[in-house]
């Protein structure tokens, strides 16, 4: 319930205090608003009659005598919903990695943009009645004063963004739902159609050390450099890499061990982007006196498969 009143026209007043109840005279609550003249009452009761006085105060904190006591019974809000979807566009083709942002707002609300709940859900080969995939509850309360220009200031955070991971390539029809604070329910939706498209792999890597064909003794150090290029790419591509050794007789080979990954690498972040400056690998490897053929093995996380492997022929004292 909203009360609105005239200002009160003398020139020291600094602002004003409502105060409501139930009943003819008897506030139970009160409220400073300060310099506005209006204030909504924003958990009013479905039926119930309220009764409301306005106090003005001035710069030294007099206040007035109240206004005339006015009185109004609350009643249901109808939900007036809106959405829009701004990413992805309708029809798009997709990486298995994509943003969903757009803008929700139940316009019945007054303090706020009315939607408190975002939830995102992909729906595959549409029409095949496939289970649904749950995407993720988007983030909301993102600015768009574009939206604040359009319906009130109260919905200039009306924004949502959810970021979706790692959806399994397929035509997929992207649906919405918004939960409205007014109507307490998902009283609205509104849908994509998008056809991922899965990725392609492009493993590369080096060996720097050791080199090949040359002899080391005890410990000794397995390093180099391994990705699996994406253009748009946030990490290297690449979450493991194992070292094996083949011996030259023919015997069964060594596991030598699991090399750190993640390790800075500028030269190849210069050549390939930034998000590939951690893509080096280092092991520190022991292993019995013989010839052996040493292969490094890489495990993209784009293919989810050991892709990628080289081998460096080593003697070992």
């Known amino acids: 319930m909203t009360i609105a009143w005239d200002p009160n026209t003398e020139p020291d007043v600094a602002g004003y205090v409502v105060a409501y109840g139930s009943a003819p005279g008897q506030y139970d609550g009160s409220v400073d608003v300060g310099p506005t003249t209006s204030w909504t009452l924003g958990n009013a009761v479905d039926g119930r009659t309220y009764y409301f006085a306005v106090y003005a105060y001035n710069v030294t904190g007099i206040t007035s ?6 009185s109004g019974t609350a009643g249901p809000v109808a939900s007036q919903p809106y959405m829009n979807i701004d990413l992805p566009s309708n029809n798009a083709s997709s990486l298995p990695d994509f943003v969903v942002a757009g803008w929700a707002a139940d316009v019945s609300a007054t303090i706020d943009s009315g939607v408190d709940a975002v939830h995102v859900w992909g729906y595959p080969n549409p ?82 050390s050791p080199v090949a064909n040359t002899t080391v003794s005890g410990a000794f150090t397995v390093g180099g450099w391994a990705i699996d290029y994406q253009e748009d790419a946030a990490t290297a591509g690449i979450d493991t890499v ?34 590939y400056g951690t893509a080096g690998y280092h092991l520190t490897a022991s292993l019995p006196a013989g010839s052996y053929n040493l292969v490094v093995f890489a495990h993209s996380s784009v293919s989810q498969s050991f892709n990628n492997a080289l081998q460096v022929p080593i003697t070992v004292r």
């Open 65 to 70: 005598d109240p206004s005339p006591e006015v």
């Open 127 to 208: 029409g095949s009645n496939q289970a649904p995939v749950f995407l993720g509850a988007a983030q909301i309360n993102v600015p768009r004063p574009d939206v604040g220009a359009a319906f009130g200031q109260s919905f200039t955070n009306s924004g949502f963004v959810l970021h979706v991971a790692g959806l399994a390539p397929g035509l997929y029809d992207v649906v919405v739902f918004a939960h409205s604070r007014i109507s307490g329910t998902f009283n609205i939706a509104k849908n994509v159609r998008i056809r991922v498209q899965g990725r392609t792999s492009r493993p590369m890597m080096a060996v720097d």
């Open 242 to 275: 194992h070292v094996w050794a083949y011996p030259l007789s023919g015997a069964a080979p060594l596991f030598v061990g699991v090399a750190t990954v993640g390790v800075s690498r500028p030269d190849v972040g210069a050549a390939f982007g930034t998000a």
